[in-house]
């Protein structure tokens, strides 16, 4: 089965919540089907089977960074891949602390679900 490919560049959104500590990378208007839960992050999914988005719970201990960075990304890159039910992200992102920037921050996150999803591809950056 061929993958499906999705390019969202310039359609991404983020958001970061303080007071929880969340931070939220989206692709704008994609119709939301569910999530996938895991143990640090939950990962949506539309209707059509790509990954759209991704919260990440503890966002300044899991990127090791003040969460007053986290206040202000100036930009994204959130990449990501299903082949065999093998989940693999690539995030990328330019936090800004005292009004510099700092070093661009990145993560490859792979997990495994134990749902069934599609293989997909889709990439994605901020507007």
Do not use: W
Not at 35 to 57: A, P
Not at 94 to 116: D, S
């Amino acid at each position: 089965m061929e993958n499906k490919h999705l390019n969202a560049r310039g359609k991404g959104e983020h958001t970061y919540d303080f007071t929880n500590d969340i931070l939220l990378f989206k692709i704008r208007d994609r119709e939301y089907q569910g999530s996938l839960e895991f143990e640090n992050m939950v990962v949506d999914v539309d209707k059509e089977g790509f990954i759209t988005g991704m919260r990440i719970f503890d966002a300044s201990k899991v990127f090791a960074i003040r969460k007053e960075a986290l206040r202000q990304i100036r930009e994204f890159e959130f990449n990501a891949r299903v082949e065999d039910k093998v989940i693999t992200i690539q995030l990328k992102f330019v936090p800004i602390y005292r009004n510099k920037p700092m070093i661009k921050q990145g993560q490859n996150i792979v997990r495994q679900a134990q749902e069934n999803i599609r293989d997909s591809e889709v990439m994605c950056t901020v507007a």
